[in-house]
């Protein structure tokens, strides 16, 4: 992936509402670095992050079924989110269905 890619996908994270604070704050920091001395450390400590917050397709299954899920997108939104966790997890997705999760697992991905 290049760094170009990582940026792109990195404002999406950022952006995505259900990107954890932590998460938000090291993203950004990396953006706002880049070109300058500190972007290598800023840098490692958002791929940390990343390694910290990025959530498995399990995760997101099992989410699915809480109560916390039906409160957020009520009660067909959090059907619905089940049973595309299901087809996704079925079809080899390793990672959460959200925008930060899957954009994330793509950018740890690409550093294997």
Known sequence: MTKEQMLEKTKIIV???S???ELKTAGNDWINSIG???ENE???KYIAMLKDCVSSIDDCLAFSETDMCKQ???EEGAK???ENSIK???AGVKYCLCDACKN???ILDSLK
Request: aromatic content about 12%; charged content about 30%; glycine content about 12%.
């Open 80 to 82: 619905q989110l089940h």
């Open 15 to 17: 952006n995505a509402p």
């Open 104 to 106: 994330g697992g793509e």
């Open 72 to 74: 957020i997108y009520g």
């Open 36 to 38: 300058k001395n500190d």
């Open 19 to 21: 990107c954890y604070a």
């Open 42 to 44: 800023k840098y490692d």
């Open 88 to 90: 996704s997890k079925e």
